[in-house]
């Protein structure tokens, strides 16, 4: 038997923060299929259905279930996530501020 599903409780603002990304028209595709798969998961669907659903696997559909009721819209948003290394160095961001200040 396989891992239980992450359960979803939304709040009502997190409803309608979902909402605007699953169904828009200027939504990437990425956000909109986490946005989806949240508010499915919320809505009671089986990872099979949501899988259907929203055209994803199932090692997806259960990786933004968990981030989501892990960090929640941060997350799921796209927010910069605290763990991420960091892309850009000290020298880098030390030369950028000395040509802001030269200029």
């Known amino acids: 038997m396989g891992k239980a599903a992450v ?25 909109a299929r986490r946005a989806r798969i949240v508010l499915a998961a919320a809505s009671g669907l089986e990872n099979k259905a949501i899988c259907t659903a929203v055209g994803a696997d199932a090692n997806t559909d259960s990786k933004w279930r968990r981030r989501f009721a892990e960090r929640r819209l941060v997350e799921l948003l796209g927010e910069p996530r ?22």
Do not use: N
Request: hydrophobic content about 30%; glycine content about 8%.
């Open 82 to 103: 605290l763990d991420a290394p960091r892309t850009i160095g000290d020298d880098e961001i030390a030369e950028t501020i000395r040509l802001t200040l030269v200029h």
């Open 7 to 31: 359960g979803i409780d939304l709040t009502e603002p997190e409803r309608r923060e979902l909402e605007s990304p699953a169904r828009g028209q200027k939504t990437g595709q990425a956000l």
